[in-house]
């Protein structure tokens, strides 16, 4: 049986209970990270845990990370629901009141929720093995704070929706002046002549902790070029490659845009050598 943690205790999850006037159910009032654990390590637990402090500060609720203890509620849970390869996902919400009001509500208690999650094996830097993706392209229509990971993701949700008729996987976005911004829950990197570009962060984009561990590496070896700049859909749509990224997928190659083939439709060299670079060390960040 799943075990959680709901504020304080490990519990089993059909034993989890939180009140109908929490608002993180009221009004989506909270935020949420989502941390990858292969065989019991976790990647890039820092980053994850700052970026959520940044969300909590954001949106003003009280309440601080302590790395030593959040640490310890992940290996507990790993522990506890058979290690193998896991997704974190933790939610904080600014808690229950007594009644439903838009105006932050004082002195309520957060709720704080951990559970578990299977996710596949860490993905391989190999051409045949990988899964490549199919996706879609349409204007950006979510709201202007999405350096935010809120739990109010219904937006994200009917982008990605978006994807889902024609059996596609994604749905790349870009904002009114034909910008790329993200996909519905994956950061963009378009491949050129060798040089990856993603586009710079800013409210329009969430600052994944997967696209920050794989600048990094890339940049500390030398070999690919990185940009951080304006991408716009033209640009996108003439790459030799494109990828996405996010914590469950590290990085995933797209051969199809708006059922029109990226290059020659097959996976890209720069996008083999990076996920052999992204693998051998994303466990160091």
Same mark, same amino acid.
């Given at each position: 049986m799943s075990i959680v943690y709901l504020n304080g205790n490990y519990i089993p999850m059909n034993e989890a209970r939180i009140s109908?006037?929490? *608002?993180?159910? #009221?009004?989506?009032?909270? !935020?949420?990270? +989502?941390?990858? /654990?292969?065989?019991?390590?976790?990647?890039?637990?820092?980053?994850?845990?700052?970026?959520?402090?940044?969300? #909590?500060d954001e949106i003003e609720i009280e309440l601080q990370i302590d790395y030593d203890h959040w640490q310890e509620i992940a290996l507990q849970l790993i522990a506890r629901n058979g290690s193998?390869?896991?997704?974190?996902?933790?939610?904080?919400?600014?808690? &229950?009141?007594?009644? *439903?009001?838009? &105006?932050?509500?004082?002195?309520?208690?957060?709720?704080?929720?951990?559970?578990?999650? @299977? !996710?596949?094996?860490a993905p391989k830097a190999d051409k045949t093995s990988a899964t490549p993706l199919s996706v879609v392209t349409a204007e950006d229509l979510r709201w202007q704070?999405?350096?935010?990971?809120?739990?109010?993701?219904?937006?994200?949700?009917?982008h990605y929706q978006?994807?889902?008729?024609?059996?596609?996987?994604?749905?790349i976005l870009y904002n009114d002046v034909h910008e790329?911004? @993200?996909?519905?829950? /994956?950061?963009?990197? +378009? !491949?050129?002549?060798?040089?990856?570009a993603t586009p710079l962060l800013d409210n329009q984009k969430l600052a994944g902790v997967t696209r920050k561990t794989l600048l990094e590496i890339l940049?500390?070896?030398?070999?690919?070029?990185?940009?951080? *700049? !304006?991408?716009t859909l033209a640009e996108l749509?003439? &790459?030799?490659? +494109?990828? #996405?990224?996010?914590?469950? *997928?590290?990085?995933?190659? +797209?051969?199809?845009?708006?059922?029109?083939p990226v290059a020659d439709g097959h996976i890209g060299d720069v996008w083999l050598a990076a996920q052999t670079l992204y693998a051998t060390h994303k466990f160091d960040h």
């Open positions: 109908p006037m929490d *608002r993180g159910f #009221l009004f989506g009032d909270g !935020i949420y990270e +989502v941390i990858p /654990s292969y065989n019991g390590k976790l990647v890039a637990l820092a980053p994850h845990l700052k970026r959520m402090q940044n969300g #909590l193998g390869n896991l997704g974190l996902y933790f939610q904080i919400s600014r808690g &229950a009141d007594t009644k *439903r009001d838009h &105006a932050y509500p004082d002195k309520v208690e957060p709720t704080v929720f951990v559970f578990t999650y @299977e !996710i596949p094996p704070r999405c350096h935010i990971k809120s739990t109010s993701l219904l937006g994200n949700v009917m978006q994807s889902q008729p024609g059996g596609h996987n994604e749905t790329i911004t @993200e996909a519905s829950k /994956s950061n963009v990197y +378009v !491949i050129k002549n060798g040089v990856v940049r500390r070896d030398g070999n690919i070029a990185v940009e951080e *700049r !304006i991408v749509k003439d &790459a030799d490659e +494109v990828w #996405l990224s996010n914590s469950t *997928r590290d990085i995933v190659p +797209v051969i199809a845009v708006d059922e029109k």
